[in-house]
């Protein structure tokens, strides 16, 4: 062995990769796990216990990576399913509420009268009428109490003018119409079928505007959210996120060929949910579109874009015994890693 070959054998498992940035993480982690797989299922030329070294210097770099992808993907997956909490509306509400933290009841009010969604899926258009009658929904399911007690102390303020300014033959049937107004009624006839005009009322008579703002959000607008990306398969892609969220936690104390396989399945769903990229770039350096790419080029690798790691492999003693066996690796470790 000459003054080369050790420089090489201590070199072949440090790969450089920024860890803030999910590009470099995975373009690190794919080099070092096909060096990993290649040395550990070739022929090998030299001692057993020099081989099994490279191997653990191999798996120790596959895990710092896969640590530091985990750090980001971590908090980005419980993000994203806070945004998405199907079953719970006032935790969906809560998340468009930070998201829009800065904003004033006209712009929640411009909003609930203006719904509207565009994606790749369609578009839909709501206006105030359907939010109102979400909530007349809850209100009448008891799902609101908020609203509830605006809406009923609304009622007896109407009640106690009408006793102030009907003679009696009309005041019972006043009443009874008060009585038996539902809030849509009661929004279209006081409110103008205006949400900005309901908001300014709740904010300008010493009503809680956040909680009217977040029950309106929960019961008036998320049926609507999720009706739409209900049939767009929000709810599968959900359980596949929740999943691979699960999954992180386990990951760092599973054997490497299994954290590997783990990994590969976690990034693969962070890629497919094309949203969770929006997610990812706002706590790395990358932007999606770099991301993308990434994970597009390894998955269509050719065996001459390997050539470079294989030269590595070779120099500290890796054999190829035939091209289709070196080929079938090649493809085993892109079927494991995107």
Known sequence: ????????????????????????????????????????????????????NILSNLESSARNIISDIVNILQPVFENWLKNHALNDPISWADAQMRMSEDQNEEYWGNLFNNYGIDSMQGAIKTDSIDVAENVEEAINSKKAPFLTAIFLREKSDLKELNEENNQEADKDLEDRYIDEMTFSEFFSQYYESSWVTFLEYISNNGYNIHQAIRET???????IWYGYWRTAGIDYTRNNVQKAHDMLYNVLNQPIEQALATINIVINTSHQTGEMLDYITEVTSDSKSEI?????????????????????????????????QQINNEQKTQNELV
């Open 217 to 223: 959000c929960a019961f008036g607008l998320f049926p």
């Open 292 to 324: 993308y790419r990434t994970m597009t080029y390894y998955s269509n690798m050719q065996p001459r874009d390997y050539k470079a790691w294989d030269m590595d492999l070779q120099e500290v003693g890796s054999q190829y015994q035939n091209n289709n």
């Open 1 to 52: 062995m000459n003054w080369y070959q050790p420089f090489k054998i201590a070199q072949i498992w440090q790969v450089n990769y920024d860890n803030t940035s999910m590009s470099s993480m995975l373009s690190a982690l794919y080099e070092v796990t096909y060096k990993f797989q290649t040395l550990k299922k070739q022929p090998f030329k030299g001692l057993e216990v020099r081989q099994n």
